[in-house]
C-alpha cells in the first residue's frame, strides 16, 4: 500500500495570469503558498486485474477506457498501469472552495501511482505531468500554478514564462515573519461551492479586453516577493490583497456577488486591513489580513466558519510505503 499526502494551497496574487492566454504572451507570476490541508491518495495491488477507484462515487471497472474520472483515467495511462489496482481519495477540504483541489488531487495521485510502479519522478516532473493531464489532453480552462504549488509546497514566487517553463523563488520567512504569517492571516469558508471552470473561461474569452489588469496582477506578484523577502511579513502584505482584490473583480462575471461583498465589506469595517475570495471566484474561502487584536472583532463580524491553518513547507509526499 501507498499513501501520499499532498497540500492544498492558498494563492496570494497573480492568479489569472498562469493562464496560457495571457503568460505565452506577457510571462505571469503569482505568490503562493502551501497550507496544512491535504488530499490524501492510497493505492494498492488489486487481487485481480481489475480497476477500483473511490472518490465522491466508487468506480470498478475491467479497463483504463471505461473510468469515468478523467484525471484518474489519464495518470494511469500517463504512468502505464492497465490494470490491478485500488484507488481512494480523502480530502481535508470539499472540492470546488478555491484551494485548487483538482490540481492538488492530480499531482498526489500521479506521486502514488510513480511510486507504484517505482519510479520517483521530481516535484517539477510531477507539477508538469499534472499540468499536461489537465490543460494539455483534459483540456481544463485552468492555470498552471495549483500544479506547482501542490508539488512544491512552501511559499513561493513562481514566474510562468512564454515558452511554457516556470521558474521558482522560494519565499524564506524568518521565525518572527513566519510566526506572524500564521497569526494574521484569517480564513472563513462561505460555504458556497463552485466549478472554477466556468469563471475561469470566461476570464479566458477576456484575456485581450483584460491585459492592463493581468499586466498590474503579475507585476504586483513580484512586489509582493520583494516585500516579503526584503520587509517581512507586515500591513503592506495585507494593503497588497485589497488591491490586488479590487482589480481580480473586474476580470470576468461572477468572480464576486452581493452576498460575498457584503462578507467581505464586514470583515474590513471590522478590522480586517485587506483580503480576498481564493480561486477563481463564486464561492470558497475568503482570507484576510487582519492584526490579532482585531481578529475577535472581524470573526464576529463575518459570522462564518474561521478554519484555522499554517503554511506548510513541503509538497507532495509519500507517507507510507509498504
Known amino acids: 500500500m501507498i499513501i501520499t499526502r499532498t497540500p492544498f494551497r492558498i494563492s496570494f496574487t497573480g492568479g489569472g495570469t498562469d493562464l496560457p492566454g495571457y503568460y505565452k504572451k506577457h510571462g505571469g507570476a503569482v505568490v503562493s ?12 495491488p488489486k487481487f485481480d486485474n481489475r480497476i477500483r477507484v473511490s ?11 471505461e473510468l469515468q474520472h478523467d484525471i484518474v483515467k489519464e495518470a494511469l495511462k500517463l504512468v502505464g498501469i492497465r490494470g490491478g489496482i485500488e484507488i481512494t481519495s480523502i480530502g481535508d477540504i470539499p472540492a470546488g472552495t478555491g484551494l485548487g483541489s483538482s490540481s492538488t488531487f492530480a499531482v498526489g495521485l500521479l506521486n502514488a501511482l510513480h511510486t507504484f510502479v517505482g519510479s520517483r519522478p521530481s516535484a517539477e516532473e510531477l507539477a508538469e505531468q499534472a499540468c499536461q493531464i489537465e490543460i494539455d489532453i483534459l ?36 521565525e518572527h515573519n513566519a510566526r506572524l504569517m500564521r497569526q494574521r492571516l484569517m480564513l472563513f469558508y462561505t ?39 526584503n520587509e517581512g511579513f507586515n500591513e503592506k502584505f495585507g494593503k497588497m490583497l485589497h488591491e490586488g482584490w479590487m482589480h481580480k473583480m473586474e476580470l470576468a462575471d461572477g468572480i ?12 474590513i469595517e471590522a478590522g480586517a486591513v485587506g483580503g480576498k475570495l481564493l480561486g477563481a471566484g463564486g464561492g470558497g474561502f475568503l482570507l484576510f489580513y487582519c492584526d490579532e487584536e482585531k481578529q475577535p472583532s472581524v470573526e ?23
Open 139 to 174: 483540456k481544463h480552462p485552468i492555470g498552471k500554478q495549483d500544479q506547482y504549488a501542490a508539488a512544491f509546497g512552501g511559499t513561493n514566487y513562481f514566474r510562468f514564462n512564454a515558452d511554457g517553463t516556470v521558474d521558482r523563488t522560494r519565499i524564506f520567512l524568518d
Open 55 to 65: 472518490y465522491s462515487k466508487t468506480e470498478m471497472v475491467d479497463t483504463v477506457e
Open 256 to 267: 464576486a456577488n452581493d452576498e460575498i461583498m457584503d462578507y467581505y465589506n464586514k470583515a
Open 191 to 229: 460555504g458556497i461551492t463552485r466549478s472554477a471552470n466556468n469563471v475561469l473561461s470566461r476570464q479566458n474569452d477576456n484575456t485581450d479586453a483584460n491585459m492592463p489588469i493581468l499586466d498590474f496582477m503579475a507585476a504586483q506578484a513580484a512586489s509582493m516577493k520583494d516585500v516579503l523577502l
Open 300 to 322: 464576529r463580524a463575518v459570522g462564518l466558519r474561521r478554519v484555522d491553518f499554517h503554511p506548510e513547507l513541503n509538497g507532495t509526499r509519500v507517507l507510507f510505503y509498504s
Open 33 to 44: 503558498s502551501g497550507i496544512n490541508k491535504y488530499m490524501y491518495i492510497t493505492v494498492n
